[in-house]
T-cell receptor, first 112, second 114 residues
Framework: GENVEQHPSTLSVQEGDSAVIKCTYSDSASNYFPWYKQELGKGPQLIID?????GEKKDQRIAVTLNKTAKHFSLHITETQPEDSAVYFCAASSTYGQNFVFGPGTRLSVLP | DAGITQSPRHKVTETGTPVTLRCHQT?????MYWYRQDPGHGLRLIHY???????DKGEVSDGYSVSRSKTEDFLLTLESATSSQTSVYFC?????????????FGEGSWLTVV
């Protein structure tokens, strides 16, 4: 079955710097890669996603890149702000939601 | 906002008692899911549903049952709660008209079994 690894597990950056979180997956059949942000006491919130027919997607300060050959995808956050502090999860899926496999999460701290 | 309401949001119960968590949605989504989230294990799928009376097991279904008698409600039942079921439970949906595999989560139900 699918296995998703995520690094680093914790990340601290200065406000205004960039943050990069990387995930690798094992199943070449996976074709959908979302990223979720989870704030304390709340549910995971979808922030950006990418499908396997696209190499990069950007939404304001957030971007995701996908390398299908190497089976890895990354979340890039530029100009970080204190409100970006949260736990970020990546996931990989090949079909409907029952086949989602999540990474273990990265705790991002943006220091003022 | 996924339009999901979970109840109760917080519950403390005793070992051996039955517990039911409710997930309610008003947008006619067919696909609904129950996940649990634990430190060191991330998010794991318990059960999911394709529609009314159509459910299936996920990765960690032992000790849990589900029911979906109406499109809008997906119930998760712990028949006899154990301390290992202390967790945060999230309901999720896949919106209709979606390409197939985007899921959105509710706000969670914190369950403590003492």
């Amino acid at each position: 079955g699918e296995n998703v690894e995520q690094h680093p597990s914790t990340l601290s950056v200065q406000e205004g710097d960039s943050a990069v979180i990387k995930c690798t997956y094992s199943d070449s059949a996976s074709n959908y890669f979302p990223w979720y942000k989870q704030e304390l006491g709340k549910g995971p919130q979808l922030i950006i996603d990418i499908r396997s027919n696209v190499g990069e997607k950007k939404d304001q300060r957030i971007a995701v890149t996908l390398n299908k050959t190497a089976k890895h995808f990354s979340l890039h956050i530029t100009e970080t702000q204190p409100e970006d502090s949260a736990v970020y999860f990546c996931a990989a899926s090949s079909t409907y939601g029952q086949n989602f496999v999540f990474g273990p999460g990265t705790r991002l701290s943006v220091l003022p | 906002d996924a339009g999901i309401t979970q109840s109760p949001r917080h519950k403390v119960t005793e070992t051996g008692t039955p517990v039911t968590l409710r997930c309610h949605q008003t947008e006619n989504h067919r696909y609904m899911y129950w996940y649990r989230q634990d430190p060191g294990h991330g998010l794991r799928l318990i059960h999911y549903s394709y529609g009314v009376k159509d459910t299936d097991k996920g990765e960690v279904s032992d000790g849990y049952s589900v029911s979906r008698s109406k499109t809008e409600d997906f119930l998760l039942t712990l028949e006899s709660a154990t301390s290992s079921q202390t967790s945060v439970y999230f309901c999720a949906i896949t919106p209709e008209g979606n390409s197939g595999n985007t899921i959105y989560f509710g706000e969670g139900s914190w369950l403590t079994v003492v």
